[in-house]
C-alpha cells in the first residue's frame, strides 16, 4: 500500500517551538502531499512534494523527502496556537489515487 | 463564497433509511472525489470522478452510488444504511487528478 503513516500520533509542544511530523510510505509514490485538519472541519491542502523533488518550502513550512527512505518530514517552524491541528500526509501513486496516512494531532500551548 | 459545499453538515438517521447527501464545486475543477473518515480519524477514498466519469471505485458496498450531473456536483446517495456507516463523509475536488484536494466541511453521519 502506498497509503503513509505518520509519526508521532500526537505531538504537544510550546508556542515557539518547532513541531516536526514525519510521514512512511511503501511503495513508490509521483508525489506526497500535506495537509491540515482543524476540529470539525475539512482537510486543508499544505503543500505537495514531487518524487523528483527534495525539498519544499511555504512560509513556515518545510517539506522534505527522501524517496530512497520512503519517507518526507513536516516541519513547522516557530509555532503557534493557531497551528493546533491534525496534520496528514497524502501519498499518490501508480494508481494515481491519493491515500492519506492516520495524521498527527499537534497541540500547541499558548 | 464555499469553494467545495456539502450538505447537509450533519445527518441522523434511523438504520434501512436511504439518504443522499450534496455536493457542489464552484472551482472549475474538473475531478470530484467523495472520502470517508472514520472515528479514528483514518481517511479513506470512496470514489473519483474525472468529467462526471467515474474513474475511481474502491471496494465500497454498492448501497452507495455515487452521481455525478455535471463536472461541479458529486452526490452520493446510501441505501439501506448499517450502523457501520456512521462516519464523517467529505467531498473533494482538484484542478488535476490527485493533486491539491480542496474539502468540503464534511458530513457528520449518524445511523442510530
Known amino acids: 500500500s502506498q497509503q503513509g503513516e505518520e509519526d508521532p500520533q500526537a505531538l504537544s509542544i510550546q508556542e515557539g517551538e518547532n513541531a516536526t511530523m514525519n510521514c512512511s510510505y511503501k511503495?513508490?509514490?509521483?508525489?506526497l502531499q500535506w495537509y491540515r485538519q482543524n476540529s470539525g472541519r475539512g482537510l486543508v491542502h499544505l503543500i505537495l512534494?514531487?518524487?523528483?523533488?527534495r525539498e519544499k518550502h511555504s512560509g513556515r513550512l518545510r517539506v522534505t523527502l527522501d524517496t530512497s527512505k520512503k519517507s518526507s518530514s513536516l516541519l513547522i517552524t516557530a509555532s503557534r496556537a493557531a497551528d493546533t491541528a491534525s496534520y496528514f500526509c497524502?501519498?499518490?501513486?501508480?494508481?494515481?489515487?491519493?491515500?492519506f496516512g492516520i495524521g498527527t494531532k499537534l497541540q500547541v500551548i499558548p | 463564497d464555499t469553494a467545495v459545499s456539502q450538505t447537509p453538515k450533519y445527518l441522523v438517521t434511523q438504520m434501512g433509511n436511504d439518504k443522499s447527501i450534496k455536493c457542489e464545486q464552484n472551482?472549475?475543477?474538473?475531478?470530484m472525489y467523495w472520502y470517508k473518515q472514520d472515528s479514528k480519524k483514518f481517511l479513506k477514498i470512496m470514489f473519483s470522478?474525472?468529467?462526471?466519469?467515474?474513474?475511481i471505485n474502491e471496494t465500497v458496498p454498492n448501497r452507495f452510488s455515487p452521481k455525478s450531473p455535471d463536472k461541479a456536483h458529486l452526490n452520493l446517495h446510501i441505501n439501506s444504511l448499517e450502523l457501520g456507516d456512521s462516519a464523517v463523509y467529505f467531498c473533494?475536488?482538484?484542478?488535476?487528478?490527485?493533486?491539491?484536494?480542496?474539502f468540503g466541511s464534511g458530513t457528520q453521519l449518524s445511523v442510530l
Open positions: 473533494a475536488s482538484s484542478h488535476r487528478q490527485h493533486e491539491k484536494l480542496f
Open positions: 472551482l472549475g475543477h474538473d475531478t
Open positions: 512534494i514531487r518524487s523528483n523533488e
Open positions: 497524502a501519498c499518490s501513486g501508480g494508481y494515481q489515487k491519493v491515500t
Open positions: 511503495t513508490s509514490i509521483n508525489n
Open positions: 470522478y474525472n468529467n462526471k466519469e467515474l474513474i
